[in-house]
């Protein structure tokens, strides 16, 4: 809804921000039982036009760093110079979490099932109540950076409810090939935006705990293609070609079948058939060996990286698609062209 006649003003915090600024603005959190304070670090950039009010949150799982890493490099692009509208960047959400290196809260909670929150509920419900008074009621569309979990790697991918046609508009113009519906009630970010008519997105990349250069550049590319779908980088130059993406049909983890030492056979992002070998198991000292068979064809779209498995635990998880091969090839293209350059003289 439209504030009357305030220009383009907005105002986290008590700080009203006023058109053509940046301002960063620290919102108070609970303290530390040390009695420090502690605040969600949150930059406003706001155009001189008007436009979308986009907000971009990393670390709402405070090991998964990739996002922070995408917002820092956001928030220095010489696109946002002409930016038209409204970046709301809070690069760490759970700041409990990121400083104790850990997905949850210190009361062992996920913030991310804890939304919409309230402000006389548990630690999470109250950081999520916050984020949906300060930033979420300011903002006109959202996008929710995430990783996979600790010794997990997520291929780039964009999970959003896409029945919703803002919704899908976003996440076709972030430009990943893999996108995944996602419409689960689960306390998330995701649901509670969408359920107050805010249309977002959530982007996986990587593994928690970790830099991965692919995934931050996807990421980064993916945030201004859609900053410049909604308007609000208009006469800056393309970022880049988008890929095509494609909606997966179904995803399906595949589980260790026995506990013991894995060895990986396949790659994240690898086309898949059905009976590949996608894992062998052993033990460490007997030669007994399991296959890991993978029950369906498709993509690769996260694994494990801890060679160390119990029965029953989620190794490799595969989407399926219309065509496998077409999104094969367009995962090819998205790891191609943005993987990091070697220098110049190094030889493998
Ligand atoms: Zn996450």
């Not at 006649?5 to 921000?17: K, P, S």
């Not at 971009?56 to 692009?77: P, Y």
């Not at 991965?212 to 410049?228: K, N, P, S, T």
Request: with cysteine; aromatic share 4%.
């Amino acid at each position: 809804m439209a504030k009357a006649d305030t220009g383009n003003q907005i105002e986290i915090g008590g700080i009203r921000v006023a058109p053509g600024t940046s301002v960063t603005i620290n919102l108070p959190i609970a303290r530390l039982y040390t009695y420090d304070n502690l605040s969600m670090p949150v930059e406003v950039v706001n155009g001189r036009k008007g436009g979308p009010r986009l907000f971009v949150s990393a670390a709402i799982h405070g090991d998964e760093l990739n996002g922070v890493e995408i917002i820092r490099r956001l928030l220095r692009h010489s696109a946002l110079k002409r930016l038209r509208g409204t970046l709301v960047a809070v690069p760490v959400v759970n700041v409990h979490g990121l400083l104790h290196r850990s997905r949850y809260l210190p009361d062992r909670r996920d913030l991310n099932r804890s939304f919409p929150g309230s402000g006389r509920g548990s630690l999470a419900g109250r950081i999520a109540d916050l984020f949906m008074r300060e930033i979420v009621a300011n903002c006109t569309h959202g996008i929710d950076l995430h990783t996979g979990a600790v010794y997990r790697e997520n291929l780039p991918q964009v999970r959003a409810n896409l029945d919703d046609p803002a919704a899908l508009k976003l996440a076709e113009a972030f430009g990943v090939p893999v996108l995944i519906n996602a419409d689960l009630r689960d306390g998330s970010l995701r649901e509670a935006a969408m359920d107050a008519g805010i249309p977002m997105l959530l982007y996986e990349g990587g593994e928690a705990l970790r830099f991965d250069e692919v995934a931050i550049r996807a990421g980064l590319r993916g945030v201004l293609h859609v900053m410049r779908a909604l308007g609000m980088l208009t006469g800056a130059r393309p970022v880049s070609q988008s890929l095509q993406p494609v909606v997966a049909r179904s995803t399906s983890w595949v589980r260790a079948p026995e506990s013991g030492i894995l060895r990986p056979q396949t790659t994240l992002g690898a086309r898949v058939h059905k009976g590949d070998t996608l894992g062998i198991i052993a033990a460490p000292l007997v030669d007994a060996e399991c296959r890991v068979v993978a029950p369906v064809g498709g993509i690769l779209i996260a694994q494990t990286h801890l060679p160390l498995v119990h029965e029953g635990e989620a190794l490799f998880l595969l989407a399926r698609f219309e065509s496998n091969a077409a999104v094969a090839e367009q995962v090819e293209v998205l790891q191609e062209t943005l993987a990091p350059a070697l220098p110049d003289d190094e030889v493998i």
